[in-house]
């Protein structure tokens, strides 16, 4: 017999084992079956179920949570889960001594100026979780925005304000204002620089000339003097009533204003015997010329009581419209008998242009979008023409009317996702009031942020240092939304007045 290594005592151990057991639960030692093999597998089962039983159960547990009440904080906005309805906690309702309760908030601006500016969270609850709690009266305040974006979409600019040609109602031609807040679209647009723009509202009286950023009204349409005259002054100054562009007077009024185009006044008094032409004394209001020489281009001067006066280009063509043109040429000797001060004759203010510009438009044909563009925190408005395009002009819809004798903006154009913050150039010790401009594509409007406009900034979670300094006229052409605050997001939503039942109406 061979001798036997450790394997096989191994064997023979567990087969004698296995004997003995099956003999003392069996009865049989020879038997094939291992006893409480089936046992051993229905535990094994048990086991592995119950514990993907438990897992299942964890899961659906952190999925819907049933009765979880982490939401139970004041600064927490709750989501209800299935219906998207926002609720604030409230620890302590009116009146004093009500157990807790929740606020349903009309909008998600009003939710968040009633949380604290850091801290707070959005937590989406289950119905199941919010059932039978106690609810308060619904809170917020109506027509504030229900989106707002993060720290960077306070948009800085530029803000542009155009006139598109279109149609109103009826059919009939009109010009339409469109405000654009940031950055334009790409297009041919073409800056007029120190060229000028004629430009007439359709259905008023009267021209203006756009020039170096300002409006300068042409004449004056109410004055009964023929040298008043916008078509007469209009010609004086070298241009044509058929260049004038048709703009709208919301684009007109954003322009800042120049001193009116007219006849300039002159001093009044007989002119001193010295002021002499050709041996004659000048008559009061005469124009002369020195005609150019030596390199020297023409000078025009007037005849006044305080002496020759030189004038530029423009004063001597709105002299000219009374006073004719010059019926002597005269030297430069003549005029320098007695110089009179050129400030005694309107400048504008310094604001008009010494030389009729060329007009930017005269040789440009179908028609054409006039476009003045300011940059916060750079000087001065860009005016620019580009041509029309018929299917913007279509898309320019009509803002709810605005208020009476105001020229609103008939379409504005704020990029998806972003807001603007601006205030008014404000005067020397007085606060001018700040604004957010939001919208949602089809309707845009300035709600005011308050008499702590950088509490409330903080509030909404947007950059306290992105107002922006806009003229009145642009902010003008925006229709005024409500005040945001916390103390208005804390009031109760007032429910309007129920209407007439159908059947009352239809007897009246």
Known sequence: MAVQNRRD?????????RRRHAALLAGDPDSPEAPLRKLGTATFGS??????IAAVAGVMGVLSPGHDSSWKSPNVIIVEKETGSRFIYDPNPAPAGSPPALHPVLNYTSARLLL???GWRSVSVSRKSLAGFPRAAE???VGAPDELPGPGGVTPGPWTVCALPGLDAKGAPRSLTQLLVGPAPAGAAAPVGQQALVVQVPGAKGYWLIWNGHRFQIGD???PAPADDPATVLSALTYQTNEALPVSAGWLNALPTGTPLRLPRLPDGPVPPEMTVGGKVAAPGQLFVVQARNGVPDRWFVATSKGFVELNQVQFELLGLQHGAPTTQAYADDMNRKVGDSALISTGDGTWPTRSPTIANSSTSGPQAVCAATTPGQPGIVVSTRPADPAQSASCYRLPPPAPAVAGADCVSLAPGTVAVARTRANA??????YLVTGNGEYVAKDSLGADPAGTLKALGLDTAAVAEVPQPLLALLPDGPTLSPEAARLAVVPPPPGPSPTAASAG
């Open 116 to 118: 604290k500016d850091s």
């Open 9 to 17: 005592q191994v064997l023979a151990y567990r087969f004698g084992l």
């Open 221 to 223: 349409p109410a004055s």
């Open 139 to 141: 809170v917020g305040i």
């Open 429 to 434: 010790g007085v606060a001018a009031p700040a």
């Open 47 to 52: 086991i592995m179920a119950a514990t993907l």
